[in-house]
Nanobody
Framework: QVQLEEFGGGEVQPGGSLRLSCAPSGGLVSIYDMGWYRQAPGKERELVATMATGGNTKYGDSVKGRFTISRDDAKHTVYLQMNSLQPEDTAVYYC??????????????????WGKGTLVTVSS
């Protein structure tokens, strides 16, 4: 069973930086879109950034110019570099990956997977 696990969350002061990473485990996969979403207390989950297979990126308006998404396809890993963090960036950050399991050399139907989330706290 494929699982996603996020790494790199924690507490940082305003203006600081953190780098999140996420990779699937539990099977041979072919990965398509990868991305990050976040959910702050009392708010709905929102887009942070996504990156398609071809490299096209999309960012939420509140993080443009501060956050950068990247991926290493050889490692099946997606990263989120977060700079100039502000208290309003405090949230649980979730990894999201659309992938296909490879069984017997054949890609199965694509499915969307979510990680369990990692908490990012920006506080002085």
């Amino acid at each position: 069973q494929v699982q996603l696990e996020e790494f790199g969350g924690g507490e940082v002061q305003p203006g600081g930086s953190l780098r999140l990473s996420c990779a699937p485990s539990g099977g041979l996969v072919s990965i398509y879109d990868m991305g990050w979403y976040r959910q702050a207390p009392g708010k709905e989950r929102e887009l942070v950034a996504t990156m398609a297979t071809g490299g096209n990126t999309k960012y939420g308006d509140s993080v443009k110019g501060r956050f950068t998404i990247s991926r290493d396809d050889a490692k099946h890993t997606v990263y989120l570099q977060m700079n100039s963090l502000q208290p309003e960036d405090t949230a649980v950050y979730y990894c999201n990956v659309y992938l296909s399991l490879i069984r017997g050399g054949i890609a199965q139907q694509g499915m969307n997977y979510w990680g369990k989330g990692t908490l990012v706290t920006v506080s002085s």
